[in-house]
Every structure is written in C-alpha cells, then in structure tokens.
C-alpha cells in the first residue's frame, strides 16, 4: 500500500504557498487609495499587510509539511522518499 | 546640506565601524572546526549556522545598503512603482521553502559549495556550468560596487566625502580604509566574519527604522500629511503617483515576479543557505525572513517623508541619508549612518566570497588545476575574494555610479536566466544539457539587447529594465521576458534532441540525494574535510 504523491494535506501546503502569488501579482486588485488606514493608502497598507499574511500561510504550510514528513517517515514502505 | 564635517554624527559612526572590525578579525575563532584549510570552512562557515545565524546571515545579505538607500530614492523619485521590492521579497519565500531544502540536500550529499557545482554534477556538463559559473560572477561584481555607492552616499552627507575640488585620493581615503578593513577580515575569517557583523548590522538596522517610522512622521505631522505632499509633488511634476497607473500595472508585477525569481539564483544568496545545519533551518527561516519584508516596506515609506520633509537632492541616493541628517539629532543621526555603511560590509563579504568560490570550483578547479587540494582550493578562493573587492573598488573609482547600477540592473537580467538549469535541474532531468545553454545563450542575449535600448530621460542606453513584452503589448520587466524566451527554447530545443538522441551527460545524483537530510547516512553535520576538495564523486 503505497500512500499517494497527491494528498488533500499536500494541496493545502500548494494552496498556502501560492496564495501569496495570486493576489500580489493582480495588482488591479489593491492598486487604490481608499480605504486609507492610519494615514497611510490601502495600496500601502494592503502590500504590508500580505507580509504577515503570508508569512502565517507558509508557517501553516511549514508545520502541516513536517508532519506530513513525520507520518510517511513512521511508514518507511509506503513513500519512496519522493518528497519534494 | 549641512557645511563641513559633521563631527558628533562621524564619531558614531567610526565607534560603530572600529567594533565592528574588531568583531570581523575575531571571528575567525568563532565556532572554529578542526580543519580550517577547507573552502568549507572558509567560504561557508562549516555548514554549521542554526536557524538564527542563518536568519541574520540571509537578512543581512539580502538587504543591503543599497536596498536600503535604492528603495526609499525610487519611491521618493517615482512614488507607487518603487514599492514592488516589498510584493518581490514577499514572494521571495513560499519560492524558497520549495526548492533549497532540495539543493542543501544534494549539496551536502556531493559536498556541492556553488551552484555551477551542483549543475555540473546533475548534468554532466562543464560547458552549463562554467555558464553558470560566469554569469554569477558577472552578475555579482557590480552588486559589490553597488555596495561602495552605499558608503560613499554616507560619506557625502557627512560631509568627508569632500568637495569637487579636493584631491581624488584625500576623497576617496575613507572609502578605500572601509574596503581594506573589509577585504582583511574577510581575507582571514571567510564567512563567520559577516556572520557574526550580520548581528549588529541587523539589529541597528531595526533600531534605526524602528525610530524612524515613529518620530519622523510625529515631526513631520502624520501620514496622512505625508501622503498629501506626496501626492501634491507627484501631481505637480505629472510624473508618478501614490498608486501605479493602469498602464504600469504590468511593469509592477512583472518586476516583483521576476526580481523574487532572480534572487536566489545570486550567488551570494546559496552561499549563505549552504551554509545552514539541516533543511528544517531552511524552511523555519523562511517563516521568519518576512520580517525583513516589514522592515523594507516601512523603509520604503521613508522615501515619501523625504519628499514631506522638503528634502531636495539631484542625486537621488542621497535622499535618505539627507533625511536623516536633517530629521535626527546628530548622534542619532550617527547611528543611523553606522547602520548604513556597516549594512554595505556585510553583503559586501558575502557577494565576494560566493564569487571567489565560483571562480575557484567552477573555472580553477574544472578548467585550470583539476588535482587542487582543498588547502590550495582555499588559499585561491581567498585571493579571487580580494581581486574580486579590488575591482569592485577601481569600477567605482573610475567610472561613473551609473554604470555600476547599469550592471547592476543588467546582472538582475542575466542571473535570472540560469533559474532553468539550476531549479529545473532540481525537479527534474528532463532538461538536454544543451537545450539549457542554448536557452540561457538566448535569454542573454535578448536581455541584454532589450536593455541596452530603452532610453530615460537622463541616458541614451539602460534607462530602466522595463519594456514593451514581444506579443502582449503591455510594458514588462526585460529580465522575465527573457526569461519566458530561455525557458522556450529549452523546452522546444529539448524535445528536438530527445528525439535526435543527443547523448545526455552523466547525472552523479539520485532521487533520495534531494531529500537527504542531517543525520541521514552521506549527510553529517560537519563535512569531512576531504569532501570538500574532492568534490564526492569525480
């Protein structure tokens, strides 16, 4: 029984990790002034905010790959140490 | 600017630079191996740095002085467009949390210490790899003069960089100590000396924004006065704005995919990776180094305090020092310079010393002297280190800042154009050999002839690095493009040998060697020294 390359966890980690790509990069999406927030316009604000947006997402990504790693190491036989 | 020297400000920052150097020279004993003959050891600290070490090692190289005088000068110069480095070094992360934990796997495995080595040793090809190897030295070169125009832009404002009349050796005299300090620790300490200085770099760094960002805007009455003077410039001038434009929206993007895309195929950046203990210290630093992000981006925004503040300099770079001079009392003000200039030494040793192990393993070793012994590897990688500073020194001197930033922008082209062989290498041996250095041939060529042709309103040639995309019309960052061209010809070019049965070289890796990881059997935390020279498996 050989456990599957593509797993639900191992989506998550893919969704988590692109996220940051989809909404920085459709930059239609933020590029405006309002809502301004402490002074400073949302174009500004919204970029900063994706900082700690995405760092949240590859922490997640980060702890849900350990233990993905740390299930299919306790099963040596199922995954040929095809991980990325 | 103020007249004269600014004494209290200067006597800072010399305090700041003497411990420093002190700091540089005693690193040496600093988690000393038993072998200290190795490249290894010199050129990457043992393989030995922890989360934290590597943490402040990355920041430190990634964030120069240069980034920090760049970024603010563009955003004060053109508003909103300047802004995409905070979007490019978000981006920077998730693309490091899944390919380097693969190349620090199979680069402890074969004892790989650059890049060009792990192409050659994945794709049997001395040929790719001394491309790669070239184009990461060229592409460095200009990044360590860049460096030097970070001091110098510290040095102006206060005010011993001398007057346009003072003899060109008393000019340049505080420069060239700063450089012969740091060509010595280097010289003698390798990586562990910006290790270590990459503390102190940091931690000013964060003092100095931390402060910044609150007591420039309180003095400067709040953001939203900031902003409105912003706006109120930009209008005036009919040249940028506080948001990108339809049209530059395109550009923005591009840039920031493309320049996260570049950035771990410099040099200087897998040299401080490689150097970390295990994988895990990898991929935890890549849920720490946004704090890096936060940092630039509030530097970011100092550019438009300049611009509140009323600060008027025809060379851009100085706007932030200026800034600081003008807003900070002069101790501060000091501080704020040490961080400056002591954030141009850190990357500085870096950039040179991944260069040196470059020219050392991939044109030394495969080329000129293929028995080396590791002692003779060092010794040679220790000297490139000090021609590479010397001419990054006389490039300053002798030509104009802007062909250093020139370059600069043209080595962002060119390094992107290796990603293929490097990353694809990675995942995949699909890739011909060939197929690769034709793609890099032409990724090189086209960005470099794409960039040679756009003209700005201050020069002819290099005038910036965006330009209309071949088939899309929209204006986009050359270096992608080129890109997107390399990785085509690659992909057609390999399908055509694959059918002809062109003989591909000989891979010395196997799948496990990519996820290997400390403790695994091949992988042990300290290397044994004669790995290093003999490079596992020729």
Known sequence: ?84 | MKDGVNGVALAVFIVFFLAVTVMGFLASRWRRAENEHSLDEWGLGGRSFGTWVTWFLLGGDLYTAYTFVAVPAAIYAAGAAGFFAVPYTILVYPLIFTFLPRLWSVSHRHGYVTTSDFVRGRFGSKGLSLAVALTGILATMPYIALQLVGIQAVLDVMGVGGGENTNWFIKDLPLLIAFGVLAAYTYSSGLRAPALIAFVKDTLIYIVIAVAIIYIPIKLGGFDEIFAKADEKFTAAGAGGLVPPEAGQWTYATLALGSALALFMYPHSITATLSSRSRDVIRRNTTILPLYSLMLGLLALLGFMAIAAGIKVTNGQLAIPQLFETMFPDWFAGVAFAAIGIGALVPAAIMSIAAANLFTRNIYKDFIKPDATPEQETKVSKLVSLLVKVGALAFVLTMDKTVAINFQLLGGIWILQTFPALVGGLFTRWFHRWALLAGWAVGMLYGTVAAYGVASPTQKHFGGSSKEIPGIGEIGYIGLTAFVLNLVVTVVLTLTLRAAKAPDGVDETSPEDYTADAGDPGVQVELPPATAGAGAGH
């Open chain 1, 1 to 84: 029984m050989k456990a599957p390359v593509v797993t639900p966890v191992r989506v998550v980690i893919a969704l988590c990790l692109v996220a940051p790509f989809v909404a920085l990069l459709w930059v239609g999406s933020y590029a405006k002034t309002d809502p301004v927030f402490a002074g400073i316009p949302f174009f500004y604000w919204y970029q900063m905010m994706w900082v700690l947006l995405s760092t949240a997402l590859t922490m997640v990504a980060f702890k849900l790959w350990q233990r993905d790693q740390r299930a299919r190491r306790s099963h040596p036989s199922q995954d040929g140490g095809a991980s990325a």
